[in-house]
């Protein structure tokens, strides 16, 4: 597999890359009160509701809940693609009222520009930012290089794996130095293996990085692995039901998944969400449902995926 | 290698064929056969008529070809075909994907100028013939509105079929990369666009090509076109044929040549 460690540079190229510095000041998500509604009249949906949520300064913080309970429609208000129809949503203050390079977002479908190369990819955001050209593919090369895609640059991305798609994905966005990261379900896509060295690779650029992320998925074990904290919504409209820390130490690594306290928290999310579950399918699941959801864990064989 | 598959696969002449002269050769022998084909038929039809000016055979055709050719005939009536359709066709294309671009990226340019576009696109060129003549008189002027206008609705309408299927987590991501308007009808729906737009390319170079000829049947004084109406009249029949000839092989040699610059032009579809 590629290389996951996390390679020195010579001289910091990102700022943001100065793994000494202190909490970064920037890169505050608060969500306040949100609501959303789509729709009018008798075709109103009501999507989320009375919602609110932190990301602070360098914290990488989860949203998980059943399908349809409006995660994607709380992401892209923070991301600008959705009005909030009352409550607020900002940035270090400032609201999210369109997207812009200040965030950074992974996209559950591969969203890279089929016509461009790899590296073209990555140099993109640098160039609307008026950087030359030496300067973009030096810093292209080098997020490339911390990815294991360096080998890539001038490959196409039809010609990639899906993971290593989503790779360029994640480096493209870090590419213009953002101080918030929102990531949809990314890895979803993924098989298992795949799934767990982004996560590995992630978790990675984010100390790296020092980013503020907010992500979302429907996979219990990715949002303990990789969170600090996890918000639980409820079923359709997505209220917050549930807001639990992650107090794992890191470096995590996969084997972390075999500790109790990792077990027990994934017990916890659990029981949260089947019971939310159940509801966002109407109930057709009675009480006898339930015991399908609470089958001992541990059944994926974690450990030896690395 | 060839040879065993051959032999396995029981398409045994093809199977020799390709082992001796390889794929390539095959295909050359191939196109030769078919022409060989073209040629006894035709001086078959040519004796049964034994009417030269009916139909001339394929021998006195080529004389008429190497007279023409000697002359420089043919070549100043090719030159001044090649060039009403390159003039045509360029004006044609930079008046068609600009505004497809801009009609794709500006719904009220779209909806204000879609009825019109749709309105003017089953007029076939040849209609417009008439107004061209009123308009531009004869000689050259009036051949290159003919050849723009039948390259400009395959072109424009491939442009904008592209432009208007630019995918949405292309422009959400570009917004994320602080593309504003320019970028991003510059650096995502242009290139996004780019396959349909090289089909639109190349459709309208064989619609201008096409045109250029019914241009010069009735509007020009010079060109492939005008020599087989002017030998028509003159009953050299023979040279009518050269000209026809002529126009297949360079409008079959264009397009040739547009597929093969399309790697260049698309190198990410290229390498699939
Ligand atoms: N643009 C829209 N117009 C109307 N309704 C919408 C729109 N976007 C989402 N919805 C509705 O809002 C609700 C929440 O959708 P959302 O995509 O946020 O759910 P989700 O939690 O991301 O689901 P999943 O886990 O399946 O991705 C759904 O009922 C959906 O049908
Ligand atoms: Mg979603």
Redesign the pocket.
Known sequence: MTDLSTPTLATPLFPAANADRAAPATGHIRVEQLR?V??RGA?A????DDASIEVKPGEFVSII????????????VVAGF?APTAGSSTVDGKPTDKPGADRGMVF?QYSLFPWLTVRKNVEFGLRQQGLPLSRREQMARTLLGLAGLLAFENHYPDQLSGGMRQRVGIVRALATSPQVLLM??PF?ALDAQTRQVMQQILTNMWQRFKLSVLF?T?DIDESIYLSDRVYV?TA???RIKAEIPIDLPRPRTPEIAFTPEFLALKQQLRALISAESLLAMGGELKDGGLEGFELSVGEKGVGDLL | MMNLTGTIGGGGRQGWIAAVVGLAGTTVIWIFASYALFVVTWNIAAGVLDNPVLLPSAGLTLDAAAQLISSGILLSDVLASLKRVVLGFAMAASIAIPLAMLMAFFSTLRRLTMPIVQLLRPIPPIAWIPLAVLWFGIGDPPSYFITAIAAFFPIFLNAFEGGISVEKRHIHAAQFLGAGRRAMIMKIIVPSSMPYIWTGVIVGLGQSWMAVVTAELIAAQSGLGYMIQNSRINLETANVLVGMITIGLLGSLMVAGLRYLERYVLPWKATQ
């Open positions: 959303v789509f729709g075709n949906t009501l999507a989320v809940g059943p399908s349809g309970c409006g995660k994607s429609t709380l992401l892209n959705v559950q949809d379900e979803g979302i429907h919504m359709r409209p997505g």
